[in-house]
Structures are given as structure tokens and as C-alpha cells.
């Protein structure tokens, strides 16, 4: 999957917990639910261009999400390596 399209979805998922009055709650929101419903790989690829400083488009918070989140995102088998 294109970062693009990635971005956008993680975006949108931002935009639900961008309203949330506490900060940690929707940082653990916006990575539990990518968690659960993004495949390994596009976890992976959002991570990846995140550490890279690809993902210029992608809202802070969501950044934020990424960044605290990381190793919760990774999929198991990453984990092992």
C-alpha cells in the first residue's frame, strides 16, 4: 500500500481522537486501533516512514501515536528478530 493512503487512513483515525480531552488516551486510541485493524505490513511501513521522517502529511498526533506506541505496533515476528 501506497504511504499516501496510509497517512490519509491514519489521519482519519486521528481526526476521531483528535477531540478526546485526555492526550494519553487518544495516543493509546490511535495505536490500539491501527493495532487491531491495519495488517503487519502496513504497521511496519507507517513505522518505517515515521523513524524516517517520511510521513511529513500525517497529523502530529498521530505521530505522536506511532512514535510512544512503536513497539506495540510492530508485529510479533519483528519482535523476535
Known amino acids: 500500500m501506497h504511504l499516501e493512503n496510509l497517512v490519509s487512513m491514519a489521519n482519519q483515525i486521528g481526526t476521531f481522537f483528535f477531540f478526546f480531552s485526555d492526550r494519553q488516551e487518544a495516543l493509546e486510541g490511535i495505536a490500539t486501533h491501527i493495532h487491531k485493524f491495519w495488517e503487519p505490513r502496513m504497521r511496519m511501513r507507517l513505522i518505517e516512514a515515521v523513524a524516517a521522517g517520511q510521513a511529513q502529511d500525517l497529523m502530529p498526533?498521530?505521530?505522536?501515536?506511532?512514535?510512544?506506541?512503536?513497539?506495540?505496533?510492530?508485529?510479533?515476528?519483528?519482535?523476535?528478530?
Do not use: G, H, I, M
Not at 505521530?63 to 505496533?73: C, G, I, P, W
Open 61 to 81: 498526533l498521530v505521530r505522536d501515536a506511532v512514535q510512544a506506541n512503536t513497539e506495540k505496533l510492530k508485529p510479533l515476528a519483528s519482535l523476535a528478530k
